[in-house]
């Protein structure tokens, strides 16, 4: 078992905030449709899909002097397989003027806070919506509920649905892995989603989404508790998550607080 991360310094969340989402991306070298490749400069993953969620840069370590080249490299990377690219930058990014060299190259630039939370501080008993079921997600059959309610929740086009599904299909259901979706359904239909991800010594949350009809009810608050509950009892101590502005505040009332911010470059290919 990993070790895990007990000590809750802000300089210590704002690293595990950086390397649960490094962590993340790397499950990618388990997909035969990825190409991982991971240097002391970057790590970056590309595929043949045209939606910048699967073709990322993270973990920039760069020089000045290299910085343009690396960038234009991308670029190149990208244009051969006709797909957008998201370049994520945060507190260790180097050189600190990454960001602005992206925009100068047409990046389209999106701040999210990053946020931690003492899972020894969530809230005792939670007020669950009246019906709410949450479920891991353990077959084919599930997977391909939770792949339509996000990207429907998210308006992402089906296409994507069809790559999630491939993706966490070729990960696997077994308990035992890092990476566990889960299913939230009302009155036996599934309206929300959420992923955990232990990695880096803390629990990460990803993928918290609840389709429109059945927002402001709690669900995004129970969708994000259940699996963090989880990975408690599994011995962790620090959640971490990149919130949306939508999902400030019902992370904030669970006990997250601000560490970082994190940013997301989009360059579309034109």
């Not at 969340?13 to 490094?22: G, M, S």
């Not at 809230?123 to 309610?149: A, F, G, H, N, T």
């Not at 408690?232 to 607080?257: D, M, T």
């Amino acid at each position: 078992m990993e070790k895990i991360l007990k000590d809750l310094s802000e300089s210590s969340l704002v690293a595990a905030i950086e390397a649960n989402l490094f962590e993340i991306f790397r499950l990618f070298n388990q997909w035969s449709r990825a190409e991982v490749n991971e240097s002391p400069e970057l790590l970056w993953l590309t595929t043949d899909i045209p939606f910048p969620l699967f073709n990322c840069i993270l973990k920039s370590k760069l020089s000045p002097e290299t910085m343009d080249d690396a960038i234009n490299a991308a670029i190149a990377r990208c244009k051969s397989k006709n797909v957008p690219m998201l370049w994520w930058t945060g507190p260790s990014t180097k050189p600190a003027n990454l960001g602005s060299r992206l925009e100068a190259f047409s990046f389209q630039a999106t701040e999210v806070p990053g946020m931690a939370a003492d899972l020894d501080s969530l809230p005792e008993k939670m007020e669950l919506p009246e019906d709410l079921v949450i479920e891991r997600v353990e077959s084919d059959e599930d997977l391909e509920k939770w792949c339509r309610v996000l990207c429907t929740a998210f308006e992402m086009p089906a296409f994507v649905e069809d790559a999630f599904f491939d993706l966490y299909r070729s990960l696997g259901f077994d308990p035992s892995t890092p990476l566990h979706n889960y299913l939230g359904s009302l009155n036996d239909e599934v309206v929300a989603t959420s992923t955990l991800f232990m990695g880096a010594g803390v629990a990460g949350i990803y993928g918290v989404s609840t389709l429109e009809r059945a927002r402001r009810k709690g669900i995004g608050s129970a969708m994000t508790a259940a699996p963090l509950l989880d990975s408690q009892r599994l011995g962790y101590r620090v959640g971490i998550l990149q919130s949306s502005e939508l999902g400030f505040n019902v992370y904030h009332n669970l006990g997250f607080n601000e560490y970082c911010k994190i940013y997301e470059y989009v360059w579309s290919g034109n």
